[in-house]
Structures are given as structure tokens and as C-alpha cells.
T-cell receptor
Framework: GAGVSQSPSNKVTEKGKDVELRCDPI?????LYWYRQSLGQGLEFLIY????????KSGLPSDRFSAERTGGSVSTLTIQRTQQEDSAVYLC??????????????FGDGTRLSIL | DQQVKQNSPSLSVQEGRISILNCDYT??????FLWYKKYPAEGPTFLIS?????DKNEDGRFTVFLNKSAKHLSLHIVPSQPGDSAVYFC?????????????FGKGTKLSVIP
């Protein structure tokens, strides 16, 4: 596709359940990022992938959060045993390469996650 | 500790006038700055960027100014149009960090009044 695609667009789940969020980056983009935006806040960095490896996981808030990327393309963010504070919009972005700061990141429309 | 701050949560401007959105940062090591525009229920859209070695970058109606000594940047939109109404995020990048992750401000909601 032409842009970054994320699914589902909305997810409502009960506290304690596991959720998987999917990101399909722009074709050919080797760098992939996950961010989240909580209500009234700016975007908060979670994790960065270069190819299939994740050299920077420093933003993951707890060990309940994990992510993987396969084939240098699709990425999945998994949240285990969800808590109400996990409610947020989860945004994925990709860029042509993670090696140069002048290549802007392009964002998907996000997954709005609501934990009941 | 917020490293990128947008102190005005909202701004209203008359159509045709200039919109000036401001952003301050605390980390002098940031070397690249970007502005994103966000409509409701959509992801942020890249607007314009500036390297720390420059003090101005212009693209059509959008100009970004960088004052390194003051750790301040601003986005000017001239002339403002109703379609510019959106939330604008300032973001900063630290190349040396290795991941080029972006640090975002909390955004400024711009309303352009017809």
C-alpha cells in the first residue's frame, strides 16, 4: 500500500486480556517505530526496529509489552495482561532508513486501544 | 521531564492571517526538528523539518525558524487557511542516540476562523 497501515483501527478489551496490534509499513522502509499517545499527551516512543532487529527498546513501559518484526516488513506489538493505563492510541511509523535523521517518519492512523 | 514543550495548547487565527506555533526544547544535543500536523482519528502527517545547522527552512506557506541559543523553534503559516485547522506537534531527533526516535511535544490545536 501507499502508506503505513495499522490494524485493528479500534480495539476494546477487558482488563487482563492480551492484545496484538499490527503494523504494515511503507514498502521498502527498513526502519519501523512504535509510539503511543495517551489522552492529552504527546506521542511517546516505545520501540525501534531496523530490519528485523530492535536495537532500541528503551520506551517499552514494562515487560508486559513486546514487539517483533518479520521479513523486514510487518510488525506486531503485543500487550499481555492489559491494564487500564494501557488505554491509548498506538501509532506505528516507518522511514526509509533509521540511519539518517533527515528522513521523516511516516505514520499510520493508529490503533485506539480501550481497556475496560 | 519534558524535553520538548509546546506551551500553548490552542491557538485561534483569522483566515488569511499568520499563524505562529512555538516550541521549546531543553536538550541541546537535538540535531533535527520536525513539525507534524494531525487531524482527528488520523495519524500525524509530516509537514516540514529543519536541521540544527540551519536557522530557517521554507516550504510554500510553511516556514520553520530555529533559534539554537534560545532552544526555540517556531512554525509560521502564511496565509492561514481553514484547512490548516488541526493539532500541530513539534518533534526533535537526537542522531547520536542510534534509533532516531522522535521526542514530541504535547501539541497545539490550531483553529483557523473563516
Amino acid at each position: 500500500g501507499a502508506g503505513v497501515s495499522q490494524s485493528p483501527s479500534n480495539k476494546v478489551t477487558e482488563k487482563g486480556k492480551d492484545v496484538e496490534l499490527r503494523c504494515d509499513p511503507i514498502s521498502g522502509h527498513t526502519a519501523l517505530y512504535w509510539y503511543r499517545q495517551s489522552l492529552g499527551q504527546g506521542l511517546e516512543f516505545l520501540i525501534y526496529f531496523q530490519g528485523n532487529s530492535a536495537p532500541d527498546k528503551s520506551g517499552l513501559p514494562s515487560d508486559r509489552f513486546s514487539a517483533e518484526r518479520t521479513g523486514g516488513s510487518v510488525s506486531t506489538l503485543t500487550i499481555q495482561r492489559t491494564q487500564q493505563e494501557d488505554s491509548a492510541v498506538y501509532l506505528c511509523a516507518s522511514s526509509l532508513s533509521g540511519q539518517y535523521s533527515n528522513q521523516p517518519q511516516h505514520f499510520g492512523d493508529g490503533t485506539r486501544l480501550s481497556i475496560l | 521531564d519534558q524535553q520538548v514543550k509546546q506551551n500553548s495548547p490552542s491557538l485561534s487565527v483569522q483566515e488569511g492571517r499568520i499563524s505562529i506555533l512555538n516550541c521549546d526544547y531543553t536538550n541541546s544535543m537535538f540535531d533535527y526538528f520536525l513539525w507534524y500536523k494531525k487531524y482527528p482519528a488520523e495519524g500525524p502527517t509530516f509537514l516540514i523539518s529543519i536541521s540544527s545547522i540551519k536557522d530557517k527552512n521554507e516550504d510554500g506557506r510553511f516556514t520553520v525558524f530555529l533559534n539554537k541559543s534560545a532552544k526555540h523553534l517556531s512554525l509560521h503559516i502564511v496565509p492561514s487557511q481553514p484547512g490548516d485547522s488541526a493539532v500541530y506537534f513539534c518533534a526533535a531527533c537526537l542522531s547520536g542516540a542510534g534509533s532516531y526516535q522522535l521526542t514530541f511535544g504535547k501539541g497545539t490545536k490550531l483553529s483557523v476562523i473563516p
